[in-house]
């Protein structure tokens, strides 16, 4: 079918160009033939008044007479009569060669349009089914390339349309491999966190069971010798020791766990709407206590209702962890910054700093797990802000960080309305 379409295709833009050729060489060589005709014609004239200058009135008289007369019939012909024949004259009738020739020309010109439209619309239609298929495939509909509408022959996009096929079938593979070894990384990760509950439980007690027996022990008044005195002690000291690593090995195993959830999809987000600035308030409320023993104030402008559909904890969470971020960052004195605004696109919500601002190598790595910055704070695992950013991620938004220019971090969340 597509052969018969180029064929036609072909024969349409072959005959409108020989239409305007033909049309086109008709109009020079009438416009020739008409000056050769004018030439002939004065020539004669010019002899004849020549030889007899009373003629001249007569001979002009006659051609503007003639000019608008039909032709004279065969046997009243002059030149007939004594044996000339039309060859031996130029004879072309211009108005009708120029119709002709204008007609021809614009019949051309029709076709050769006619014939560009028909490409042009089998080009577009091609073209939009390539973008159909594109676009089904960016939004997890593409399968078997057009298998609806597809002949076997070829055109000029075939090769193109096997590229393409070839390309989204690659990606599609890659693409299952990349969730297949996710799936692996967070089952993994997941048997790791509950791996980790064992030991960690086991010396939780310990350590809790230690406590007791010294405390039993400064209860009982058993004779305290200063030896005994600084045993005591270096116990004491041990144990807190242990009590600070335990919660670090507590906060890492529940953000494996979360981690894991996330990777595997199994991260339940019951998405309302909610407004910004109650949402904002309720995560500066949980580090109220940290930023009262830091000196450090929280700025939030109410600047009217501003609804967005996400998950309140999780997403109050991620605001967590980022106010926090900028908290650890901010000398006494300073502040945490917050403003939101909202249009037809997106909600904006920035989150900044009073402080130094971030270090110029850690910019474009602040997001990797485990990765701690240069001024990374002290008991931090480095995945509190990988954890915001996958939570934020999941509820169709970005999460970007940069410095301000005056001084100061800066957190920007976009949440897209489409």
Known sequence: MNKRKNLIILAGFVLSVSLLSVSLTVMLLTDYFSFLQMHITEGLCREIIKNEPAARDVILSVLKEYKYRSPLPPEKSLFLAYGYRQTDFVQIAGKNIVFLAAAGFFSGAVLFLATFLYRHKKELSRINALTEYLEGVNTGRGGIFL???RDNSEDDFS?????IY??????QQTKESAVKARNNFAENLYNIAHQLKTPVTSISLSAQRVRDILRKASCSGQNRTAPHSDNSGRAQKHLNQ???QLSRLIRLEEALLLLSRIDSGALSLNRKEVDVFTLLMLAADNLQELSAEAEVAFHIPETGEILICVDLDWTMEALVNLMKNCMEHTPKGGAVCCD???NPLYTRIRIWD???GFAGEDIPRLFERFYRGKDAAEGGIGIGLAISKAIIEGQNG????HNLPEGGALFEIRFYSH
């Open 147 to 149: 298998q609806n509408g």
């Open 159 to 163: 090769k193109l349309q096997d590229e």
């Open 166 to 171: 070839k390309t989204v079938t690659e990606l």
């Open 242 to 244: 242990i009590d600070t």
């Open 340 to 342: 939101f605004e909202q």
């Open 354 to 356: 009073t402080g130094s």
């Open 398 to 401: 970005t999460l970007t960080a």
